[in-house]
């Protein structure tokens, strides 16, 4: 027992030391890095700064929303769909409105209807009246003007009270009155609707047509168009669901005839970009998949970087000049919102 001991512990301890040490050398070797996934696009020309690029419509990507609040009735389109300028997108629930529109058209109605008739007065039946009221307020006065006459031609002043008298003149200018009144409303009468009724009338149906367009555009509203014909990239409106009026995308539109690649260029680099440069633009993920670029402008405006690739090293507050560039869909294979890799040549 004490001989294992004595020569045991020591062999343990070697072999833990020589174990120890095949641990650290194998620890120590270097490690092989993984290989790529891709092979990263190589620039084409001598002297060029890169940076990435996203895909666009040539229009921009149009995000669609509504401005009118509802339920939405129907959805025209669907993903990937060639729209016309003009086409119906969607629809709101419409009919409270179409029935306020009927409302509003009756109202332009009965004002056109009030105006026509104030334009045929006088009515042929009003007056017959009128004018039998001029000879009975004639006759009248005619009559009153005659026993007037009678009792002033008496000679005796005495025959005849005074009092008599005063009231046989008054009844005469009570005739005369009368008669002035029947005249003045034949006169009236005959002459039509007054000129400021008439003013007035044609001023309600302006009034009214005017709350009927606005109604009208209310019920247009409701089915919201194509601004741009062009291809529907995204749809998020479905029959029965709320739209809120604002900002959100209901839908997405672009022209896809011809796309765009929105390049983001470092400020620090932005002094070596020249307008009409040439570029190149890669897929990313497979640098066999490029073509050349056309220059179509520079934004004249440098702005924080907001697409970002994804990337470890990437910094995120960096300032950028945007680049747009063109190229034929039918060059490249690539979708809308799509990253490209892009080099842009400069002078040496």
């Known amino acids: 027992m004490g001989m294992i001991i004595r020569y045991g512990l020591p062999l343990l301890a070697v072999g833990g030391f020589g174990f120890a040490a095949y641990r650290v050398q194998q620890t120590n070797k270097d490690i ?3 290989p790529a996934v891709a092979q990263p696009a ?3 020309f001598a002297a060029t700064i890169a940076g990435a690029g996203i895909v666009e419509a040539r229009t921009q990507n149009i995000a669609i929303a509504t401005q009118l609040a509802g339920v939405i009735a129907e959805v025209h389109v669907a993903v990937g769909d060639e729209v016309e300028l003009g086409a119906p997108l969607f629809r709101i629930d419409d009919r409270d409105r179409r029935a306020e529109l009927a409302v509003r058209e009756l109202a332009v109605e009965s004002a056109q209807a009030e105006l026509a008739r104030l334009a045929a007065l006088p009515r042929p039946e009003d007056l017959p009246p009128l004018e039998a009221r001029v000879k009975t307020a004639e006759s009248e006065l005619a009559d009153g003007e005659r026993q007037l006459a009678l009792l002033e031609g008496v000679q005796d002043r ?3 009270s005074t009092q008599e008298l005063d009231k046989r003149r008054s009844a005469v200018l009570t005739a005369r009155s009368r008669l002035l009144e029947a005249q003045a409303a034949l006169t009236r009468a005959r002459q039509g609707a007054w000129a400021p009724e008439l003013e007035l009338a044609r001023r309600s149906i302006a009034s009214s047509q005017a709350r009927v367009a606005s109604q009208k555009l ?3 509203r409701c089915t919201v168009r194509a601004p741009v014909a062009g291809k529907i990239l995204a749809v998020n409106a479905r029959p029965g669901e709320y739209a809120a009026a604002g900002p959100a995308a209901l839908l997405l539109l672009g022209d896809t005839g ?14 070596r970009l020249k307008a009409g440069a040439k570029a190149r633009g890669f897929v990313r993920g497979n640098r066999e998949l490029g073509t050349d670029l056309e220059f179509v402008r520079i934004d004249p405006y440098v702005i924080p970087k907001r697409s970002l690739t994804g990337e470890s ?9 945007q680049v747009l560039f063109a190229f034929d869909p039918a060059r490249l294979p690539v979708y809308v919102g799509q990253q ?7 002078a040496p």
């Not at 011809?258 to 002094?271: F, K, Q």
Request: proline fraction near 2%; hydrophobic fraction near 45%; aromatic fraction near 4%.
């Open 313 to 321: 090293t990437e910094r995120v507050d960096t300032r950028v000049l």
């Open 42 to 44: 190589r620039s084409p």
């Open 218 to 220: 209310d019920v247009e």
């Open 32 to 34: 092989e890095a993984a």
């Open 258 to 271: 011809t796309l765009h690649v929105r390049v983001d260029i470092d400020e620090n680099d932005a002094w």
């Open 158 to 160: 005495r025959a005849v």
């Open 340 to 346: 490209l890799d892009v080099f842009v040549e400069v």
